[in-house]
């Protein structure tokens, strides 16, 4: 719905509403890969950088997006949450009223639909307005030396990993192995009864990150077991798409993932994201064993929010209804009956 007077953000401290308006996009390597124009182009008809500029006219922080146009809609989908571009703290306060501007410019310029952000994206609030539910991310500070984060890892976790190597499983990287990865994360989404994009649009989204990219696979005799493609630059590494064979090695995938932690440390990365979980998920659900997976790696539970904003009702509607047909909701659907008395460990 839409926002109105009673819903306005609360007054803040003087000089801490930021106002929202396109910049011009200005990546470096200190910042996330997902706010890198390559990458914006290769997933979006159109994109950009919204600004939060403060009283003074610096500015504090930028959100990446893009749009897609679907059925004739124009559905606008962040690919981070505001991420600052000065030392300066950003404030919740802040946020939350660079977000309602952020609304405010998306439906002066036509779109239809703010849907929900990517899984990376993990905001400390939400717009007045917004549909908005609970989740979170698993992170693993890498600053650490190597041997503390292995001994950080859960000890059947180091056993699986340790057999899976002493059965001959090796890490194999590069883009020679798309076409077995798409194939392998396409198998692993349609066992979840989840579309996945085609080989095409895969190859687009692997070159696009180019030197930030990493595709590894995990071979055993012979066979592709399991495999991720992750996206990095200095502040984070993200595990965002992953897929196995039905019978995997016990340990392809850990090992594949212990590895990747290893070489974005050898690169200097600072963080690796698991790259999405929702939080307290029912016991015994595919999700618990998921997170328990992510919490053995010696991962600590990020939480905050998802959500989306409806821009023009009748338009939402046809978003709505083709998101619940195709797969019972989007997220933001699924768990939004967790936020009555959510109170995150977002990070201030």
Wanted: aromatic fraction near 10%; glycine fraction near 8%; include cysteine.
């Amino acid at each position: 719905m839409h926002a109105n007077a009673s819903q306005r953000a609360p007054e803040c401290a003087p000089g801490s509403a930021l106002r929202a308006e396109p910049v011009d996009i200005c990546w470096n390597e200190n910042m996330p890969v997902f706010a890198k124009e390559e990458f914006l182009r290769a997933v979006g008809s159109d994109y950009g950088w919204i600004g939060g500029i403060d009283g003074t006219g610096e500015l504090r922080c930028v959100l990446p997006y893009t749009v897609e146009r679907r059925g004739g809609l124009r559905l606008v989908r962040f690919r981070m949450e505001p991420t600052p571009t000065t030392d300066a703290v950003l404030t919740v306060d802040e946020e939350k009223t660079f977000l309602n501007g952020v609304v405010r410019h998306f439906r002066t310029n036509g779109a239809d639909v703010i849907v929900p952000a990517t899984n990376n994206a993990i905001f400390r609030t939400y717009p007045d307005g917004a549909d908005a539910a609970p989740y979170g991310s698993y992170v693993i500070d890498l600053e650490p030396s190597e041997d503390v984060l292995w001994k950080n890892i859960g000890k059947i976790t180091r056993q699986n990993i340790g057999t899976a190597r002493a059965d001959g499983v090796v890490i194999r990287e590069g883009l020679e192995f798309l076409d077995a990865a798409h194939e392998l994360v396409r198998e692993t989404y349609s066992r979840s009864k989840m579309a996945f994009m085609s080989r095409d649009e895969f190859q687009r989204y692997a070159e696009a990150l180019g030197t930030h990219g990493k595709l590894l696979v995990a071979e055993h005799q012979g066979t592709v077991h399991s495999c991720t493609i992750f996206a990095f630059s200095a502040p984070c590494a993200y595990a965002v798409y992953g897929g196995n064979v039905p019978q995997q090695h016990q340990g392809s995938m850990k090992l594949l993932q212990w590895e990747a932690i290893r070489r974005c440390r050898e690169l200097g990365v600072r963080r690796f994201d698991f790259f999405g979980a929702r939080v307290n998920p029912a016991k015994g659900s595919k999700q618990e064993a998921i997170n328990q997976m992510k919490k053995r790696f010696g991962a600590t539970l990020v939480e905050g929010y998802m959500w989306k904003y409806t821009l023009r009702p009748w338009r939402a509607r046809v978003y709505s209804v083709g998101v619940r047909l195709l797969r019972g909701g989007d997220i933001v659907d699924q768990e939004r009956h967790k936020l009555p008395d959510y109170r995150p460990n977002v990070r201030y």
